[in-house]
T-cell receptor, first 112, second 113 residues
Framework: DSGVTQTPKHLITATGQRVTLRCSPRSGDLSVYWYQQSLDQGLQFLIQYYNGEERAKGNILERFSAQQFPDLHSELNLSSLELGDSALYFC???????????FGPGTRLTVL | GNSVTQMEGPVTLSEEAFLTINCTYT??????LFWYVQYPGEGLQLLLK?????DKGSNKGFEATYRKETTSFHLEKGSVQVSDSAVYFC????????????FGQGTILTVHP
């Protein structure tokens, strides 16, 4: 158990819909990272938050957005969903002392 | 930009065989290097890491040495077990990239009894 929690574990929805994925970091970690894992693109960095502020952006679509709340949990919002958005979405939190990221179990999104 | 290249898989071995999974990287400066493992149906777990040249990371019988001269971080294990069957990812972070991980494409390892 990494200490990072993600909900829901599975999500099935239709094209055009909007979903929200939730992540709670390990106790004491201020940074949260979101990654997408798909068969064709592999593991790709989407976005990072540190103590409530956006710090870095990767290959994140404009239809996707995220935020980190005062209690440090983070949400990834995916809208106008397309079939190609079907993937595993991972959240990770970073131990700044060891520069190590710990991953949650992921949310498997299926868009039908 | 930064990139990581792993040997193409899948890799299939018999129990107690020697394992090598090659990983090379492209990055400016001195990245930190990681191996993560993903067991079926699970998230990524950190296997080992190295933060400077010639460092050796080790865990659960796996080892990898940070070789700056060859920009490599190959994963090795002397005797694999069926329970080692998983997907292995090589990854790096750079100090100026706010810690985001750049991953290789992953190598599927299957170990048969």
């Amino acid at each position: 158990d990494s200490g990072v929690t993600q909900t829901p574990k599975h999500l099935i929805t239709a094209t055009g819909q909007r979903v929200t994925l939730r992540c709670s970091p390990r106790s004491g970690d201020l940074s949260v990272y979101w990654y997408q894992q798909s068969l064709d693109q592999g593991l790709q960095f989407l976005i990072q938050y540190y103590n409530g502020e956006e710090r870095a952006k990767g290959n994140i679509l404009e239809r996707f957005s995220a935020q980190q709340f005062p209690d440090l949990h983070s949400e990834l919002n995916l809208s106008s969903l397309e079939l190609g958005d079907s993937a595993l979405y991972f959240c990770a939190s970073r131990d700044s002392g060891t520069d190590t990221q710990y991953f949650g179990p992921g949310t498997r999104l299926t868009v039908l | 930009g930064n990139s990581v290249t792993q040997m193409e898989g899948p890799v299939t071995l018999s129990e107690e065989a020697f394992l090598t999974i090659n990983c090379t990287y492209t990055a400016t400066g001195y990245p930190s290097l990681f191996w993560y493992v993903q067991y079926p149906g699970e998230g990524l777990q950190l296997l080992l890491k190295a933060t400077k040249a010639d460092d050796k990371g080790s865990n659960k019988g796996f080892e990898a040495t940070y070789r700056k001269e060859t920009t490599s971080f190959h994963l090795e294990k002397g005797s694999v077990q069926v329970s080692d069957s998983a997907v292995y990812f090589c990854a790096l972070t750079r100090g100026t990239s706010y810690g985001k991980l750049t991953f290789g494409q992953g190598t599927i390892l299957t170990v048969h009894p």
